[in-house]
């Protein structure tokens, strides 16, 4: 069956310290791939996509994402993490034909001043 | 409006009681989803419209819940008898296109639903 792990539930980090959160899939292709933010109370907001070509994705905020097919991964990261960056971080696949992306369970990142 | 409103943003239901979601998408918007986000979860997909139609309902737990857009822009979500599982947020998203794939989806703040 096809999967999004998300195998860390809270990362905290001090402000300034860099950061990587950690994805993986389980799809029978490549699949597109997506990570989302999720401040509390806000909807979801869209950091950065790789649906081909380079394996380095620049999203916003400053965020960055490298996919590695060897080890099916799709990790996120930052290399100064602010307080605003407090929030819930999502993961999200789906395959060619799909339209339906498919979650991970999320990691919460806090921040400590 | 910017983006993609939800209301109510909160709502308390008795069990059994029947609840109704509202959700206007982006303007012009031509695709629209449902998730169902339960607490400490990732966003479930329930259903998809392409404009007015229904293209994918897979995602919907149970014939209690029914969703609808009517006029391809505001959808609502309906969930007859509510039960406690039915506690979530949830949430809609739309995209500008009828290839969301390769779009990004935009997502509304979602509607707390807690069922007593």
């Known amino acids: 069956a096809q999967s999004v792990t998300q195998p860390d539930i809270h990362i905290t980090v001090s402000e300034g310290a860099s950061l990587e959160l950690r994805c993986n899939y389980s799809y029978g292709a490549t699949p597109y791939l997506f990570w989302y933010v999720q401040s509390p109370g806000q909807g979801l907001q869209l950091l950065l996509k790789?649906?081909?070509?380079?394996?380095l994705v620049q999203g916003i905020k400053g965020f960055e994402a490298e996919f590695k097919r060897s080890q099916s991964s799709f990790n996120l990261r930052k290399p100064s993490v602010h307080w605003s960056d407090a929030a819930e971080y999502f993961c999200a696949a789906t395959s060619g034909g799909s339209y339906i992306p498919t979650f991970g369970r999320g990691t919460s990142l806090i921040v400590h001043p | 409006g910017a983006g993609v409103s939800q209301s109510p943003r909160y709502k308390v239901a008795k069990r059994g009681q029947d609840v109704a979601l509202r959700c206007d998408p982006i303007s012009g918007h031509v695709s629209l989803f449902w998730y169902q986000q339960a607490l400490g979860q990732g966003p479930e997909f329930l259903t998809y419209?392409?404009?007015?139609?229904?293209?994918?309902k897979s995602g919907l737990p149970s014939d209690r819940f029914f969703a609808e857009r009517p006029e391809g822009s505001v959808s609502t979500l309906k969930i007859q008898r509510t039960q406690q599982e039915d506690s979530a947020v949830y949430l809609c998203?739309?995209?500008?296109?009828?290839?969301?794939?390769?779009?990004?989806?935009?997502f509304g703040q979602g509607t707390r639903l807690t069922v007593v």
């Open positions: 998203a739309s995209s500008p296109t009828g290839q969301p794939i390769n779009t990004e989806a935009f």
């Open positions: 790789y649906f081909s070509g380079d394996t």
């Open positions: 419209f392409q404009n007015e139609a229904q293209l994918d």
